[in-house]
């Protein structure tokens, strides 16, 4: 990336590296996006670094004049910013914490720090530039959180005053922008304390308030825990389970580390979409609480009700359809795997069943299960968990070899319409389907067998 800086010094010798380029190349860590600030043309800046140093240019924002450089390969960014102010001290002085408010001439050594940013970077410390940082933007409340989280600083006590101050204008802040920053937190190895420090500063409450609603939910004798701590601790789990998969995987580990590795949505991959899972699957809970006139405690179709508000949520942040739908379907299918517990052990035809009604996420939400699982430590809990874990081990492979060699019909559609004398339509996709699943459980192994058991079906009325 030094022939990129050298370029930049070349096309804009009195322009500063700034932000979080700054911050980052003072603690060594690797980094592919520049900030720069120029008192000239951003648009001019970025053109000429595109051209010169093989990239495309396109302009950010009409309102703030920013333009952005991006790779043809994609290996690295740059954003290219016009100075908010007369002088690069101005500037700084409008930036969120000092530890951001830190220039770097790029003609020049050493380093432009008038807020005291290169301190608190040794001191491992969050602090505001000034008393009404936040105030400018409330997405720096989010995003002091994510920052403590991913860099593992402490936050000042007067910053976290600062911050709660402006946490409720988060309300007002586009939702693309509350995503971004809280896909980050929710996807830090410190997941868990960023969340705790959201609820400190009362972001929780402004962004997500359906999750600070899960304070204080009792729950049955099962649960050791109310809802919104037993939400934490599958989150716990979840990532617990991510760190160390062969704890659950065994000898499938490559397999379910391949496949939780996949792009998702979002800039996520299916292991950090999982973690959203976790954070939403309970949900609707506190709607659908409720007590039975023996004193037992339920919440009945929050797996359902709660893949609904978990779209509405995602949807409101602007999140995708496709992260929407996935997110939904764990928390519609997380309860399934545990229900079959008490049939164990399990016929092929139940392994199916399974399988197909939770496609596409069938693993994942086999994960998702067993957290759910290790995370609820009521009574009874070592006895449930261990035969929840065998189940979940069997189901895990059956979903890995599925995804990896989909079940099918023995006989092709057409094949099976002309044998039996019937037209495509409703009752030769049912047909399919069975065959399908007589297939799957080991029923019928042949087309012959496929067709003969078709025409069983239809002469006994089942299908038609």
């Given at each position: 990336m030094s022939d990129l800086v050298g370029e930049l010094a070349r096309i804009v010798p009195d322009g500063w590296l700034v932000g979080g380029t700054v911050r980052d190349r003072v603690l060594g860590r690797e980094t592919a996006d520049f900030d720069v600030a120029t008192a000239g043309s951003a648009a001019d800046v970025a053109?000429?670094?595109?051209?010169?140093?093989?990239?495309?240019?396109?302009?950010?924002?009409?309102?703030?004049?920013?333009?952005?450089?991006?790779?043809?390969?994609?290996?690295?960014?740059?954003?290219?910013?016009?100075?908010?102010?007369?002088?690069?001290?101005?500037?700084?002085?409008?930036?969120?914490?000092?530890?951001?408010?830190?220039?770097?001439?790029?003609?020049?050594?050493?380093?432009?720090?008038?807020?005291g940013g290169l301190e608190d970077l040794n001191a491992r410390r969050l602090r505001a530039v000034s008393p009404v940082a936040f105030e400018r933007d409330p997405l720096r409340t989010l995003r002091l959180a994510r920052l403590a989280c991913e860099l593992g600083f402490s936050v000042e006590a007067a910053t976290q005053g600062l911050a709660r101050a402006a946490a409720p204008g988060l309300a007002k802040v586009a939702p693309e922008r509350v995503f971004a920053e809280l896909r980050r937190v929710v996807c830090a190895p410190a997941a868990l304390a960023g969340l705790d420090l959201m609820d400190t500063l009362g972001v929780t409450d402004a962004v997500l308030p359906e999750l600070a609603e899960l304070r204080g939910v009792e729950q049955s004798r099962f649960h050791h825990l109310d809802v919104a701590d037993h939400t934490r601790s599958v989150l716990a789990e979840v990532i617990g389970l991510e760190r160390d998969p062969a704890r659950l995987a065994g000898a499938e580990t490559p397999a379910l580390v391949a496949f939780l590795s996949e792009p998702?949505?979002?800039?996520?991959?299916?292991?950090?979409?999982?973690?959203?899972?976790?954070?939403?699957?309970?949900?609707?809970?506190?709607?659908?609480?409720?007590?039975?006139?023996?004193?037992?405690?339920?919440?009945?179709?929050?797996?359902?009700?709660?893949?609904?508000?978990?779209?509405?949520?995602?949807?409101r942040l602007r999140a995708s359809e496709r992260l929407r739908e996935h997110v939904a379907a764990l928390t519609r299918h997380h309860l399934r795997l545990g229900f079959l517990v008490h049939e164990m052990p399990?016929?092929?035809?139940?392994?199916?069943?399974?399988?197909?009604?939770?496609?596409?996420?069938?693993?994942?939400?086999?994960?998702?299960?067993?957290?759910?699982?290790?995370?609820?430590?009521?009574?009874?809990?070592?006895?449930?968990?261990?035969?929840?874990?065998?189940?979940?081990?069997?189901?895990?492979?059956?979903?890995?070899?599925?995804?990896?060699?989909?079940?099918?019909?023995?006989?092709?559609?057409?094949?099976?319409?002309?044998?039996?004398?019937?037209?495509?339509?409703?009752?030769?996709?049912?047909?399919?389907?069975?065959?399908?699943?007589?297939?799957?459980?080991?029923?019928?192994?042949?087309?012959e067998e496929a067709i003969a058991h078709a025409r069983e079906l239809m002469a006994s009325e089942h299908i038609g």
């Open positions: 053109r000429g670094l595109g051209k010169a140093a093989g990239g495309f240019a396109f302009e950010l924002s009409e309102t703030f004049g920013a333009w952005r450089v991006v790779a043809h390969e994609r290996t690295w960014q740059v954003d290219v910013l016009p100075l908010n102010g007369a002088t690069i001290e101005e500037d700084l002085g409008r930036r969120d914490l000092t530890i951001n408010a830190i220039a770097a001439p790029l003609s020049a050594v050493g380093y432009v720090d008038p807020y998702l949505a979002n800039d996520m991959t299916r292991a950090q979409a999982l973690r959203f899972g976790a954070l939403l699957h309970d949900i609707a809970k506190p709607q659908t609480r409720a007590v039975t006139p023996q004193g037992r405690v339920t919440f009945m179709g929050h797996d359902e009700a709660g893949a609904r508000l978990g779209m509405e949520i995602l949807g399990l016929s092929r035809r139940a392994v199916y069943d399974y399988l197909r009604a939770t496609a596409p996420v069938s693993v994942d939400v086999t994960v998702l299960s067993v957290a759910d699982r290790l995370a609820t430590r009521g009574d009874n809990a070592e006895r449930a968990i261990a035969t929840h874990l065998e189940l979940a081990r069997q189901m895990l492979a059956e979903g890995l070899a599925w995804i990896a060699d989909p079940p099918r019909p023995p006989v092709r559609g057409d094949e099976l319409a002309q044998a039996l004398g019937i037209k495509p339509g409703p009752v030769l996709g049912d047909l399919l389907a069975e065959l399908e699943a007589a297939s799957f459980s080991g029923e019928v192994a042949t087309p």
